[in-house]
T-cell receptor
């Protein structure tokens, strides 16, 4: 069965630190991959998405993610985090049907 | 506001009562989705409509759950005889007509608490 795994449940960083959140998927076919962010009290917002082409995808707010097919991974990165990046981050995959399969999320806390 | 609207934002109900939630998608979007999110988990797919047709239902959607989209515009999700395990955030999302899948826009959700 298709699945998405996020192994970092809670990450705590200081401002200006670099960020990398892990995301792995399980599926043998063509995938579309997404990162969503949920700020406290707000709805899910799309950060970035990968469909095809350049495996390095740039999104909003300075985030980027790299699709590595051989590792079934789509890790999210940001070179220098800000306090306002405190949120929950969800990786999601589209595996050929109409629905998205989400990971369990990573809570990111940035310490000023 | 031209986003996906959900009503109510919060609902507290007693166990055994019926509840109904409403979702208004972005007006030109013909696809509508319901998801459920419990604490510490990512959203889980419940059901999907294309126009007024309900095309897919998750096994999570027990007999107590029913969703409709009568005119292909807004949708309702009803839970009958609520149980404490139904407490969750219920999310609606929509996407435009397309021959492919390009992701969708989520609403703010309805938080259900069953006491």
């Amino acid at each position: 069965a298709q699945s998405v795994s996020q192994h970092n449940h809670h990450v705590i960083l200081s401002e200006a630190a670099s960020l990398e959140l892990g995301c792995n998927y399980s599926y043998g076919g063509t995938v579309n991959l997404f990162w969503y962010v949920q700020y406290p009290g707000q709805h899910l917002q799309l950060l970035l998405k990968y469909f095809s082409g350049d495996p390095l995808v740039k999104g909003i707010k300075g985030f980027e993610a790299e699709f590595i097919k051989s590792k079934f991974s789509f890790n999210l990165r940001k070179p220098s985090v800000q306090w306002s990046d405190t949120a929950e981050y969800f990786c999601a995959g589209h595996f050929g049907n109409e629905k998205l399969t989400f990971g369990t999320g990573t809570r990111l806390t940035i310490i000023p | 506001d031209t986003g996906v609207s959900q009503d109510p934002r919060h609902k507290i109900t007693k166990r055994g009562q019926n509840v109904t939630f409403r979702c208004d998608p972005i007006s030109e979007h013909n696809r509508l989705y319901w998801y459920r999110q419990t604490l510490g988990q990512g959203p889980e797919f419940l059901t999907y409509f294309q126009n007024e047709a309900q095309l897919e239902k998750s096994r999570l959607l027990s007999d107590r759950f029913s969703a409709e989209r009568p005119k292909g515009s807004f949708s309702t999700l009803e839970i009958q005889r609520t149980e404490q395990g139904d407490s969750a955030m219920y999310l609606c999302a929509s996407s435009p007509p397309s021959t492919g899948f390009y992701g969708y826009t989520f609403g703010s959700g309805t938080r259900l608490t069953v006491v």
